[in-house]
């Protein structure tokens, strides 16, 4: 992938064949059967996806400060092979065969509690079906996650086979922004936690920069100009994937209300996504493994400058 490929322009590593394999010795086999063969597939995908390998090195290398080595560079893909394995076994069987400790839950739970709805910002770092499976200790409370099904159609099949509930509580990110934001809506309405990842836009979308690992990277204004529309409190999340079977979920206050003033838009953007960036930064610094953005995060393209119609959203969205 060159800096002028977008992320969006990758295709979903492996099929629906492959991933029915991965499934079927996952849930006949075992988890340690299934764990042992992530290996070969890890190295197979090391060896075949080029731009995703270049830009891990390139990633680490601003993690760690100096060149990455082979080894990190497959631990990396290894890492994310491990978590996107766990999804299986975290949808047929929760949290049975993990160790998920939790911290910040209190902030959810007063939330949840005052029966307004919440947003849920995460990003591409560690698992977020380990949320989902925090979220089932609260069966009183439904989640609503917002996921692009057509980025990786075989993966969304498989899970939504496994668990055919999910599908009725995904928010497809591939429709239209209105659609997208009247479906927000109706989920805060009925008191539903909405999550969304926010730290990667997608070709439409408008970006804007923030300091992040040494330099500016781009980041989506849409999930605070739903904030902003919705008028929920915000959280952000971390599911960090900690080795073995180990994983850590990490809520932290973000904005009890997001204000956006119509006249301070740009000032009040850059301020929310600066905070938003710096406690992904520390989080990456705790976790370096589990950020799971497999491109040049900051040269992606930008394949328009229009604003995803969200941004007017505030005018005509209703909570």
Not at 191 to 204: I, N, P, S, T
Not at 216 to 228: E, Q, R
Not at 262 to 284: C, F, M, N, S, W
Not at 299 to 319: C, F, I, K, P, S
Request: hydrophobic share 45%; glycine share 8%; aromatic share 10%.
């Amino acid at each position: 992938m060159t800096t002028k490929e977008h992320w969006q322009d990758r295709p979903e590593g492996g099929g629906f064949f492959a991933m029915w394999i991965i499934r079927t010795i996952a849930l006949y086999g075992g988890r340690g059967l299934a764990r042992a063969c992530l290996y070969p597939i890890t190295l197979y995908f090391y060896l075949r996806r080029k731009p995703e390998r270049l830009a891990s090195r390139q990633y680490l290398q601003r993690v760690f400060g100096k060149p990455a080595t082979m080894r990190q560079v497959f631990h990396h893909m290894h890492s994310y092979a491990a978590t996107s394995l766990d999804r299986i076994f975290l949808l047929a069987r929760g949290e049975s065969l993990f160790e998920i400790e939790t911290e910040g839950l209190e902030l959810l739970d007063a939330c949840i509690d005052r029966g307004h709805g919440v947003l849920l910002f995460g990003s591409h770092q560690g698992s977020f079906e380990a949320l989902r499976a925090v979220g089932a200790r609260r069966p009183d409370m439904s989640i609503r996650v917002v996921l692009d099904k057509q980025k990786t159609p075989a993966m969304t099949r498989l899970l939504e086979d496994l668990a055919p509930d999910i599908g009725a509580n995904v928010i497809d990110a591939s429709k239209d922004g209105t659609s997208i934001a009247l479906a927000m809506a109706e989920a805060c309405r009925s008191g539903a936690m909405v999550a969304m990842l926010a730290d990667r836009g997608r070709g439409h979308e408008s970006l804007r920069h923030a300091e992040f690992l040494g330099s500016p990277a781009p980041f989506p204004i849409s999930p605070w100009l739903l904030a902003h529309t919705l008028q929920v409190p915000v959280i952000l999340c971390f599911g960090l994937y900690l080795g073995g079977n180990r994983y850590r979920v990490v809520f932290e206050a973000m904005a009890d209300r997001v204000e956006i003033p119509r006249k301070q838009r740009g000032p009040a953007l850059d301020a929310l996504i600066t905070r938003y960036a710096q406690r992904l930064e520390h989080y990456v610094h705790v976790a370096p493994y589990n950020w799971f953005n497999f491109y040049d995060f900051w040269q992606q393209d930008v394949r328009g400058t229009a604003v995803h119609d969200v941004a007017t959203l505030g005018e005509r969205v209703e909570v």
